[in-house]
């Protein structure tokens, strides 16, 4: 938990220490330390292959190798405990694709004990609704990834871990997805949302960054410009490496 004099304890959806994996002989994850208090959005940055997904899937449980402690709602990650607590979007839909929206919502409403309105307020979060009836492989990618996103919030998660849930989607979707996470944060979720997009980070109350399996800095998003002397995010990124000692990310092809 957070504490300071005179400052209200908030606890821990997150509490991260030295947490290492590794897999076939490398180091992927190399001793991250860090910590996401519950109704916080914070983003987790970094280039493509520096380990994010692998960090995502060692709070999930679903990762082998992992050391270190890794605590999710004060359970070791992927505790039996936390299946109904936690919710988890990777970056493929994992959705069924020949059943419709509302009756892929439906069985996994059943799953998760859900109450059958819930689906209704889900569908009409991430702007389904009208796309309710429609089969499932016949959307577009975005549009899957949106069914996946409601079907994980359909169980009203403590913690959401989202794996680039805005590629492929157009960039009003994206204001209106980064907004949902934003009132979700207000309400007491705690999300730790992954991208390789730098722009999205203004949306975080709190950037995790990443280069070749490290933790090169946890920063308000103001407080990287403040602290890389620019406002513009990319640039910020590449100045942090820099003064890190690191080489610059190579483009991903």
């Known amino acids: 938990m957070l504490e300071s004099p005179g400052v209200q304890i908030v606890p821990l959806a997150i509490s991260a220490h030295d947490v290492r994996v590794s897999r076939g002989g490398n180091e992927v994850l190399r001793g991250l330390s860090f910590e996401l208090p519950r109704g916080r959005l914070m983003g987790l940055l970094g280039p493509s292959g520096c380990g994010k997904t692998t960090l995502m899937r060692a709070l999930v449980g679903v990762q082998r190798r992992v050391s270190g402690e890794l605590l999710v709602l004060g359970e070791a990650a992927g505790s039996p405990a936390l299946r109904r607590r936690v919710a988890y979007v990777t970056q493929a839909p994992s959705v069924y694709g020949d059943l419709s929206v509302r009756e892929n919502l439906a069985y996994f409403a ?16 991430v702007e389904l609704t009208a796309l309710a009836g429609r089969v499932v492989h016949g959307l577009s990618g975005g549009q899957r990834t949106r069914v996946s996103l409601a079907s994980a919030l359909l169980g009203d998660p403590e913690l959401l871990v989202l794996d680039e849930p805005t590629v492929g989607l157009d960039p009003l979707l994206r204001r209106q997805l980064w907004s949902l996470f934003g009132r979700l944060a207000t309400a007491g979720t705690a999300l730790l949302v992954s991208s390789h997009v730098m722009d999205e980070a203004r949306h975080c109350d709190e950037l995790l960054l990443m280069r070749d399996g490290l933790l090169i800095a946890r920063e308000t998003p103001a407080g990287l410009a403040q602290r890389s002397g620019t406002e513009d995010l990319d640039e910020a990124f590449l100045r942090l490496i820099a003064s890190a000692g690191q080489d610059p990310p190579q483009a991903s092809a």
Do not use: K, N, Y
């Open 110 to 125: 059943a799953i998760a004990g859900a109450e059958p309105a819930r689906i209704a307020t889900v569908l009409d979060s």
